[in-house]
């Protein structure tokens, strides 16, 4: 079974930056990948990004496209979220997940392993 632990989340304004990091504990040798997604107030929870495990190859939400950025580091088991430019729109929990061996990273349902999620606000 797989731990997700995320970090660094908070307040900021618009226009600013901000890095999420998630720490994989337990199975991380099961991740075939990992992915951010997001839930505003109200709506529903939303991929942002997602990328391969081992080869590192990245995949985005077109709306976020060039202003996100996903990356990880195998040493640490971890994944980041870079986020630039940030607007209001952006205000959300920030939830990153796992999918396993036999699973496809573009298929939402198939993401299995789920952190506590960290908020980011954004204020205009």
């Known amino acids: 079974q797989v731990q997700l632990v995320e970090s660094g989340g908070g307040l900021v304004q618009a226009g600013d930056s901000l890095r999420l990091s998630c720490a994989a504990s337990?199975?991380?040798?099961?991740?075939?990948?990992m992915g951010w997604f997001r839930q505003a107030p109200g709506k529903e929870r939303e991929f942002v990004a997602g990328?391969?495990?081992?080869?590192?190859?990245?995949y985005y939400a077109d709306s976020l496209k060039g202003r996100f950025t996903i990356s990880r580091d195998n040493t640490k088991n971890t994944v980041y979220l870079q986020m630039n430019s940030l607007k209001s729109a952006d205000t959300a929990v920030y939830y990153c997940?796992?999918?396993?061996?036999?699973?496809?990273?573009?298929?939402?349902?198939?993401?299995?392993?789920w952190g506590q999620g960290t908020q980011v606000t954004v204020s205009s």
């Open positions: 997940a796992t999918v396993g061996r036999g699973g496809s990273a573009y298929i939402v349902s198939d993401y299995n392993y």
């Open positions: 337990g199975g991380t040798f099961s991740i075939v990948a």
């Open positions: 990328i391969i495990w081992s080869a590192g190859s990245t």
